[in-house]
C-alpha cells in the first residue's frame, strides 16, 4: 500500500498517533483539538513543567478551556513527554516552537533547526511532519527537508510527507480559536498536500485552503501580520500628527469606519505585541535580502511602531510639565501589562518597553494588571502592585493606561487621578474627561 493510501486509511479510522512538538500557545490549543477529534495525541516540550501540569490535566493556556484538557487526559487520549523518543510511534508530527528573533533583530531558528534533527533521529516511514511555527519562506525546504532526510535516511515524498500549516492563534479572541479559524496548508507534493489537509479537516471546522507549496503558505502567513503591522503603523503616524494638530484621532477612526468597504479600522497605541505581528516583519525584510531588495514600506512602518514606546514617554514628560512636575522622580502608574486587553500573555508587549523607557528617566514606576500579577523581562523579574483603590491611585502623579482590560475599575481612576494618559482609548465610556489624555 502507498504512502498516500496508509495514512488516509489511518486517518479515517482515527488510528493516526500525533506527536506536537512544543507545548506552549500553538502547540497545547492544537494537540487538545487533536485528542478531542479522537486521536491519540502525545504533546512533547523541554519544560518538564508543563509536561507535568498537562500530564495532571491542569490547562495553563488561556484559550483552552480547564475541562476539556482534564477529560481527554483521563480518557488517556492526550499524554505529555520530555523524551523524544515518542516520535518513532507518531504518524503525524507537528512542530509548534517558538521562532523568536535574536539581539540582532534576525530569525533565530534554532529551535526548529534542533528539533527537526531531534526528529529526524526517529522518523519512521509513512509520516507526515507539518511545520506550524512563523518563519521564512523558504524555510520548510531549504532547512528542514534536508535535515529531516540526512538525519533519517528516508525521502521526502516518498516515505514520509512535509508540509507548512502557519498557526493562527489568537489569545483572547471569543470567537475564533484553534478550532474554527480556517487553516492554509503548503506542502511538498500534490499527495502531500492532500493528505495532510486531510488529517487537519478530520480535526477542525474551519475551511482549509490548501496552496501550490510550503514557500506559499510562508508568505502567506508573513503577509498577514505584516498587512497589520504596516496598517499599525500608519494609524500610529496619524495618531502622532493628530496630536499636533490638536485633533481625536480616535475619533476620526469611528467616523473612517462607518465607510462600508474601502476601510478596517485599526488602532493607534504604545507599540506592537505579541509574538507575530512585531517579529514577522522582520523574517520578511531578512529573507527579501538574499534577493537585493529593499522592504521600504514594511521597514518605515516597523520605525514607527518601534519608537512608540518612546513617543509615549516624551508625552507622559509633557503633560507631567503642566504640573510643573519632572519625569525624574514622579511616581508613575503603569496599568496593564498584557500586549493586548483580558488576557495574560505579555509577550514583546510594548509595555514592557513603556516601562523600561520611564526607568532611563529616573521615573519611579509600578505596574497593576489583573491577569499579570509578575513578569520577567530581560532576566529580571517584576512584581505588580495587587490593587488599586482610590487612595493608591491618587497617590501617583500620573497613571498611564497601557492596556485596555475591562476588569478596571476606569471610572474610579479618572476621579481619583492626578493625570491619565491612556494609550488605548480604553476609558472611552468614562464621562469625567477633564483629567483624560489620549494617545
Same mark, same amino acid.
Given at each position: 500500500m502507498?504512502?498516500?493510501d !496508509?495514512?488516509?486509511?489511518k486517518?479515517?479510522?482515527?488510528s493516526?498517533?500525533v506527536?506536537v512538538v512544543g507545548l506552549?500557545y500553538v502547540?497545547?490549543?492544537?494537540a487538545v483539538e %487533536?485528542?478531542k +477529534?479522537?486521536?491519540k495525541?502525545?504533546g512533547?516540550?523541554v519544560q518538564?513543567?508543563k509536561?507535568?501540569?498537562?500530564?495532571?490535566g491542569h490547562n495553563?493556556?488561556g484559550?483552552?478551556?480547564?475541562s476539556?484538557?482534564?477529560e481527554i487526559?483521563e480518557?488517556?487520549?492526550?499524554?505529555a !513527554?520530555?523524551?523524544f523518543?515518542?516520535v %518513532?510511534?507518531a504518524?503525524?508530527?507537528?512542530?509548534?516552537?517558538?521562532?523568536?528573533?535574536?539581539?540582532?533583530?534576525q530569525p533565530?531558528?534554532?529551535y526548529?533547526?534542533d528539533?527537526t534533527?531531534?526528529?529526524?533521529?526517529?522518523?519512521?516511514?509513512? !509520516?507526515m511532519v507539518?511545520?506550524?511555527? !512563523?518563519t521564512?519562506?523558504?524555510?520548510?525546504?531549504?532547512?528542514?527537508?534536508?535535515?529531516?532526510?540526512?538525519?533519517s535516511?528516508?525521502?521526502?515524498?516518498? $516515505?514520509?510527507?512535509l508540509g507548512?500549516s502557519?498557526e493562527r492563534v489568537?489569545?483572547?479572541? *471569543?470567537?475564533?480559536?484553534?478550532k474554527n479559524?480556517p487553516k492554509?496548508v503548503?506542502?511538498i507534493?500534490e499527495?502531500?498536500?492532500?493528505v495532510?489537509?486531510r488529517m487537519y479537516?478530520?480535526? =477542525?471546522?474551519g475551511d482549509?485552503?490548501?496552496?501550490?507549496?510550503?514557500a506559499? +503558505?510562508e508568505?502567506?502567513?508573513?503577509?498577514?501580520?505584516?498587512y497589520r503591522?504596516?496598517?499599525?503603523? *500608519?494609524?500610529?503616524?496619524?495618531?502622532?500628527?493628530c496630536?499636533?494638530m490638536?485633533?481625536n484621532?480616535?475619533e476620526?477612526?469611528?467616523?473612517?469606519k462607518?465607510?462600508p468597504y474601502g476601510?478596517?479600522?485599526?488602532?493607534p497605541?504604545?507599540?506592537l505585541?505579541?509574538?507575530c505581528?512585531?517579529?514577522?516583519?522582520?523574517?520578511?525584510s531578512w529573507? @527579501?535580502?538574499?534577493y537585493?531588495f529593499?522592504?521600504?514600506?514594511?521597514?518605515?512602518?516597523m520605525m514607527?511602531?518601534?519608537?512608540?514606546?518612546?513617543y509615549?514617554?516624551?508625552?507622559?514628560g509633557?503633560?507631567?510639565?503642566?504640573?510643573?512636575k @519632572?519625569l525624574?522622580g514622579s511616581?508613575? =502608574?503603569?496599568l496593564?501589562?498584557?500586549y %493586548?486587553q483580558?488576557?495574560d500573555d505579555?509577550r514583546?508587549?510594548?509595555?514592557?518597553?513603556?516601562i523600561?523607557e520611564?526607568d %532611563?528617566?529616573?521615573?519611579?514606576?509600578?505596574y497593576f494588571d489583573?491577569?499579570?500579577p509578575?513578569?520577567k523581562?530581560?532576566?529580571a523579574k517584576?512584581?505588580g502592585?495587587a490593587a488599586i483603590d482610590a487612595?493608591?491611585?491618587?497617590?501617583?502623579d500620573?497613571v498611564v493606561?497601557? +492596556?485596555a482590560?475591562?476588569?478596571v $475599575?476606569?471610572?474610579?481612576?479618572a476621579?481619583?487621578?492626578v493625570?491619565?494618559?491612556d494609550?488605548?482609548?480604553a476609558m472611552k465610556?468614562?464621562?469625567n474627561r +477633564?483629567k483624560?489624555e489620549?494617545l
Amino acid at each position: 500500500m502507498s504512502i498516500k493510501d !496508509t495514512l488516509i486509511k489511518k486517518i479515517d479510522e482515527k488510528s493516526i498517533v500525533v506527536a506536537v512538538v512544543g507545548l506552549g500557545y500553538v502547540g497545547l490549543p492544537l494537540a487538545v483539538e %487533536k485528542a478531542k +477529534a479522537g486521536f491519540k495525541t502525545i504533546g512533547f516540550d523541554v519544560q518538564a513543567e508543563k509536561v507535568r501540569l498537562v500530564n495532571q490535566g491542569h490547562n495553563y493556556i488561556g484559550d483552552v478551556v480547564d475541562s476539556d484538557l482534564k477529560e481527554i487526559v483521563e480518557a488517556g487520549t492526550l499524554s505529555a !513527554t520530555t523524551d523524544f523518543s515518542f516520535v %518513532k510511534d507518531a504518524d503525524f508530527i507537528a512542530i509548534c516552537v517558538p521562532t523568536p528573533l535574536d539581539d540582532h533583530q534576525q530569525p533565530d531558528i534554532s529551535y526548529v533547526r534542533d528539533s527537526t534533527i531531534a526528529i529526524s533521529k526517529y522518523l519512521s516511514k509513512n !509520516t507526515m511532519v507539518v511545520l506550524e511555527s !512563523t518563519t521564512y519562506p523558504g524555510t520548510t525546504e531549504e532547512l528542514i527537508k534536508p535535515l529531516l532526510e540526512d538525519g533519517s535516511g528516508l525521502k521526502c515524498g516518498e $516515505d514520509f510527507y512535509l508540509g507548512f500549516s502557519p498557526e493562527r492563534v489568537d489569545p483572547g479572541n *471569543l470567537i475564533y480559536k484553534t478550532k474554527n479559524t480556517p487553516k492554509v496548508v503548503g506542502a511538498i507534493g500534490e499527495d502531500a498536500v492532500e493528505v495532510i489537509s486531510r488529517m487537519y479537516r478530520a480535526v =477542525l471546522e474551519g475551511d482549509v485552503k490548501e496552496v501550490s507549496s510550503p514557500a506559499v +503558505a510562508e508568505m502567506e502567513k508573513i503577509l498577514e501580520n505584516t498587512y497589520r503591522n504596516i496598517n499599525i503603523g *500608519l494609524v500610529n503616524e496619524i495618531a502622532i500628527l493628530c496630536n499636533r494638530m490638536g485633533i481625536n484621532v480616535w475619533e476620526v477612526i469611528d467616523a473612517a469606519k462607518t465607510k462600508p468597504y474601502g476601510f478596517q479600522a485599526f488602532y493607534p497605541g504604545p507599540g506592537l505585541g505579541g509574538h507575530c505581528i512585531p517579529l514577522d516583519p522582520y523574517y520578511l525584510s531578512w529573507k @527579501a535580502r538574499e534577493y537585493g531588495f529593499h522592504t521600504s514600506m514594511i521597514e518605515s512602518s516597523m520605525m514607527i511602531n518601534d519608537r512608540m514606546p518612546e513617543y509615549c514617554v516624551d508625552r507622559a514628560g509633557k503633560i507631567l510639565n503642566r504640573f510643573k512636575k @519632572a519625569l525624574n522622580g514622579s511616581k508613575i =502608574l503603569i496599568l496593564g501589562v498584557a500586549y %493586548k486587553q483580558d488576557i495574560d500573555d505579555y509577550r514583546e508587549s510594548p509595555a514592557l518597553r513603556v516601562i523600561e523607557e520611564f526607568d %532611563k528617566t529616573g521615573a519611579q514606576i509600578d505596574y497593576f494588571d489583573p491577569f499579570i500579577p509578575e513578569y520577567k523581562y530581560k532576566g529580571a523579574k517584576h512584581k505588580g502592585i495587587a490593587a488599586i483603590d482610590a487612595k493608591t491611585i491618587a497617590s501617583y502623579d500620573l497613571v498611564v493606561v497601557t +492596556a485596555a482590560h475591562t476588569n478596571v $475599575d476606569y471610572d474610579m481612576v479618572a476621579e481619583h487621578a492626578v493625570a491619565v494618559f491612556d494609550t488605548k482609548n480604553a476609558m472611552k465610556n468614562v464621562k469625567n474627561r +477633564a483629567k483624560i489624555e489620549l494617545l
